[in-house]
């Protein structure tokens, strides 16, 4: 049987909107991780035969097929191509996907995967107000829909008031929340100041570190943060902020890693992706789990480590409410409400995080997922080696 391995990954460290990564162009950003995964896997840029990117609101910097942009920007070779994948914030991990799913299939040996994202200047969305503006719209992508209207109705598509019905649904409390959110600050801190994320991040220019973290929260100062939404438990203290970011991967076949002389780090051991309702949104991750486990044949004891995406902190808790999993296995280095989430890196910033702590650890299996635009969600599963 085919295996895909994965090689190498890397990330830069995640800035802050308005932050040290602001004014970076997309191009850059991407180009900068590529050309440090070049470096460090030994490989010749040229044996790569496609590199996937993920990116959302791929307008004005980000628009023009990224991918394709990142890896010419990085004076990487002109006869590699590149493509850019829209699965939401599942982007980059979808493309690890893609990656594995060619490799496994036999036609590609050598893949790059990753996903690039400067929020701070294409702002969430701002696709999508961009396109509607001219037409003389004012709604999302589902305005004007006969289908969509004839299933969903006129009901509002908001990640907010998606996270605020999880937060009802499985009764999670603002307080429980809170706690949560503090401890991914304090985990992301003390992931900081003991360097464990040193070995997977390639500092540009004074960027060094991950911005997000807040040394200075508390519970006192998230509780006197107003609600996003009115009478609603969720707050900005609550979500994943807004940042700017890439991250890549290099994933091989079994020929490959015997050709270039390569040493496989994890093998991909399974992929999947399942879809629920749309308008909550953000749940996806609960069914999606099931089905992986049950069609990998394994139970959450046998995972060691769990990275899930911190859109919100209803949408992890109440993950682990559904599937009974060891908190103290999940998320163990904080997440996106403390690291921040630069939509299209964030799959394989997140993959990236789970390879390198995988071995520090010397845990065996690390399962990451999480919510999409769009009621989905990816699962993959890694196996350390």
């Not at 004076?75 to 699965?87: H, I, K, M, Y």
């Not at 409400?337 to 995988?358: D, F, M, N, S, V």
Request: aromatic letters at 4%; proline letters at 5%; glycine letters at 12%.
């Amino acid at each position: 049987m085919a295996e895909a391995y994965i090689v190498e990954a890397v990330r830069t460290p995640v800035g802050r909107r308005g932050g040290g990564l602001s004014a970076v162009h997309p191009a850059d950003l991407g180009a900068h991780v590529l050309t440090a995964l070049m470096e460090r896997s030994g490989v010749d840029p040229a044996a790569v035969e496609d590199v996937v990117l993920g990116c959302l609101d791929t307008v004005g910097p980000q628009a023009g097929d990224i991918a394709r942009t990142c890896w010419l920007a990085a004076g990487l070779p002109e006869e590699v191509p590149g493509v850019t994948v829209d699965r939401q914030c599942g982007s980059s991990q979808q493309a690890l996907h893609f990656a594995a799913q060619a490799v496994l299939s036999g036609t590609q040996d050598l893949v790059v995967a990753g996903g690039v994202q400067n929020m701070s200047q294409v702002p969430i969305a701002f696709a999508t107000r961009q396109a509607a503006e001219p037409l003389g719209l004012t709604e999302g992508p589902f305005a004007g829909s006969e289908g969509w209207r004839a299933r969903y109705g006129d009901r509002p598509v908001n990640q907010f008031l998606g996270a605020e019905e999880i937060a009802r649904t499985w009764d999670i409390s603002r307080e429980a929340m809170e706690e949560f959110a503090l401890g991914s600050h304090r985990r992301a801190i003390r992931a900081i100041d003991e360097g464990r994320f040193d070995r997977e991040t390639v500092a540009y220019g004074d960027v060094t570190h991950d911005e997000g973290p807040r040394r200075d929260t508390s519970e006192e100062k998230m509780a006197g943060l107003r609600p996003l939404v009115e009478g609603g438990r969720l707050t900005a203290a609550l979500s994943s902020q807004i940042s700017d970011g890439a991250s890549a991967v290099l994933i091989a076949s079994e020929r490959a890693v015997r050709e270039h002389g390569l040493t496989p780090r994890a093998r991909v051991h399974h992929l999947s992706v399942r879809g629920e309702d749309p308008i909550r949104m953000l749940s996806a991750p609960i069914p999606a789990t099931a089905y992986a486990l049950k069609k990998a044949g394994m139970t959450l004891d046998e995972i060691d480590l769990v990275e899930i995406n911190e859109a919100f902190a209803s949408v992890v808790l109440a993950w682990l409410k559904a599937t009974g999993a060891d908190p103290g296995k999940v998320n163990v280095n904080g997440g996106a409400i403390a690291l921040g989430h630069p939509l299209g890196a964030t799959g394989t910033r997140l993959a990236t995080t789970l390879l390198h702590e995988l071995e520090r650890t010397r845990g065996r299996y690390g399962l990451q997922t999480m919510c999409e635009g769009g009621g989905q969600a990816n699962v993959t599963v890694i196996e350390r080696l």
